[in-house]
């Protein structure tokens, strides 16, 4: 079983519309939470990071973390096809060595 | 411009020949990596380094090898390329001093076809 579970899509919506992406994961034990946003033929960017559960936000973009779940969200409000990628969770558990662990990518398209 | 560059960014070649993929960072980051990414999977660590001198295989088992002379260059050799070796080599840094969270800050990467 994998450590980190992620839909590969596509997700497809239109211009305006909210965007919900989403990570299941099994290690309890983590505790930092990571949204990557990849462009095509591009290197994978940090869009936001959470630490431990709870929410942040970032203009357009809410990242979620509920660890009693397991389970941690990326929203995207009003979005843009400028949008249109493939967004990576990533996660780890604090101190020691730092190893990530990334889900296999979400692909979005959002069409005008 | 601080950043990371990777070089070539595109690379096709045939069977047997010895390959350097090259990465560069202007950072001054001491943490390096290399990911290897295939199309719809997880990104993969073969290689990280912690400092100059410093190398460590990482969860996927490569034939790469790679080397840590100066803190902003780790370049990735295949001594022999083999078709099983074509992907997405993606090369990455962070800094000690956001030791917490690891960001990570990537490279546009080196995609590797070989024949």
């Known amino acids: 079983q994998k450590e980190v579970e992620q839909d590969p899509g596509p997700l497809s919506v239109p211009e305006g519309a909210i965007v919900s992406l989403n990570c299941t994961y099994s290690?309890?034990?983590?505790?930092?939470f990571m949204w990557y946003r990849q462009y095509s033929r591009k290197g994978p960017e940090l869009l936001m990071y959470t630490y431990s559960s709870g929410n942040k936000e970032d203009g357009r973009f809410t990242a979620q973390v509920d660890k009693s779940s397991k389970y941690i969200s990326l929203f995207i409000r009003d979005s843009q096809p400028s949008d249109s990628a493939t967004y990576l969770c990533?996660?780890?558990?604090?101190?020691?060595?730092?190893?990530?662990?990334f889900g296999a990518g979400t692909r979005l398209a959002v069409h005008p | 411009e601080a950043d990371i560059y990777q070089t070539p960014r595109y690379l096709v070649i045939g069977t047997g020949k010895k390959i350097t993929l090259e990465c560069s960072q202007t950072m001054g980051h001491d943490k390096m990596y290399w990911y290897q990414q295939d199309p719809g999977m997880e990104l993969h660590l073969i290689h990280y380094?912690?400092?100059?001198?410093?190398?460590e295989k990482g969860d996927l088992s490569s034939e790469s090898t790679v080397s840590r002379i100066r803190t902003e260059h780790f370049p990735l050799t295949l001594e022999s390329a083999r078709p099983s070796h074509t992907s997405q080599y993606l090369c990455?840094?962070?800094?000690?001093?956001?030791?917490?969270?690891?960001?990570?800050?990537f490279g546009a990467g080196s995609r590797l076809t070989v024949l």
């Open positions: 990455a840094s962070s800094d000690s001093l956001n030791s917490g969270a690891n960001v990570l800050t």
């Open positions: 290690n309890s034990a983590f505790q930092y």
């Open positions: 380094s912690y400092g100059v001198n410093s190398t």
């Open positions: 990533a996660m780890r558990v604090s101190g020691g060595y730092n190893k990530l662990i």
